[in-house]
T-cell receptor
Framework: DGGITQSPKYLFRKEGQNVTLSCEQNLNHDAMYWYRQDPGQGLRLIYYSQIVNDFQKGDIAEGYSVSREKKESFPLTVTSAQKNPTAFYLC????????????FGPGTRLTVL | GESVGLHLPTLSVQEGDNSIINCAYSNSASDYFIWYKQESGKGPQFIIDIRSNMDKRQGQRVTVLLNKTVKHLSLQIAATQPGDSAVYFCAETPIFYGGSQGNLIFGKGTKLSVKP
């Protein structure tokens, strides 16, 4: 099956802890993205990567970090510096950085206890 | 700042009727638009897209209309079914968004409810 996978589906963490969300794609897409979605809201861009070993901040990058060591993987770390981390996190990928349609994974719901 | 928005946060239709979901965008430089469907607890699914050199594009039971004069985008769903119940987002790609092409700007979404 081709697609984007995110794990885990649900994640709980205590305040002050860092946590890493996984995103993997086997679509051979160059570009990958991380979004945050809050209840009743649209998607806000956290980080994106258009090529391996390169990534750029999105609109709300503070308190988050990413890496892009492999084309198929783009993990997101939510650090303790993120003031309000409870949200639904969505990963996406696209064929190229030039206005390719983005395809989304199933999402990870992070809850900070 | 410039953003993509939707006229109505909720829309309720009877099963079998046609649905029209509207979206206004403010960036006249945007040249690519996408509609996504998001069911509860899931990631958005691509429905249909349209480029700015087109006014209309049809898919299976869905049609997207683009009016560049008034910067308006709409999604029409024919013979709406219970399975169409979801939140629908429009998204745009401004040509020079943050200096990097390909990034999408999403509206807040319209929740479509289909009554049996």
């Amino acid at each position: 099956d081709g697609g984007i996978t995110q794990s885990p589906k649900y994640l709980f963490r205590k305040e002050g802890q860092n946590v890493t969300l996984s995103c993997e794609q086997n679509l051979n897409h160059d570009a990958m993205y991380w979004y945050r979605q809050d209840p009743g809201q649209g998607l806000r861009l956290i980080y994106y990567s258009q090529i391996v070993n390169d990534f750029q901040k999105g609109d709300i990058a503070e308190g988050y970090s990413v890496s892009r060591e492999k084309k198929e993987s783009f993990p997101l770390t939510v650090t303790s510096a993120q003031k309000n981390p409870t949200a639904f996190y969505l990963c996406a990928s696209s064929n190229s950085g030039s206005r390719g349609t983005q395809y989304f994974g199933p999402g990870t719901r992070l809850t900070v206890l | 700042g410039e953003s993509v928005g939707l006229h109505l946060p909720t829309l309720s239709v009877q099963e079998g009727d046609n649905s029209i979901i509207n979206c206004a965008y403010s960036n006249s430089a945007s040249d690519y638009f996408i509609w996504y469907k998001q069911e509860s607890g899931k990631g958005p699914q691509f429905i249909i897209d349209i480029r700015s050199n087109m006014d209309k594009r049809q898919g299976q039971r869905v049609t997207v209309l683009l009016n560049k004069t008034v910067k308006h985008l709409s999604l029409q769903i024919a013979a709406t079914q219970p399975g169409d119940s979801a939140v629908y987002f429009c998204a745009e790609t401004p040509i020079f968004y943050g200096g990097s092409q390909g990034n999408l700007i999403f509206g807040k979404g319209t929740k479509l409810s289909v009554k049996p």
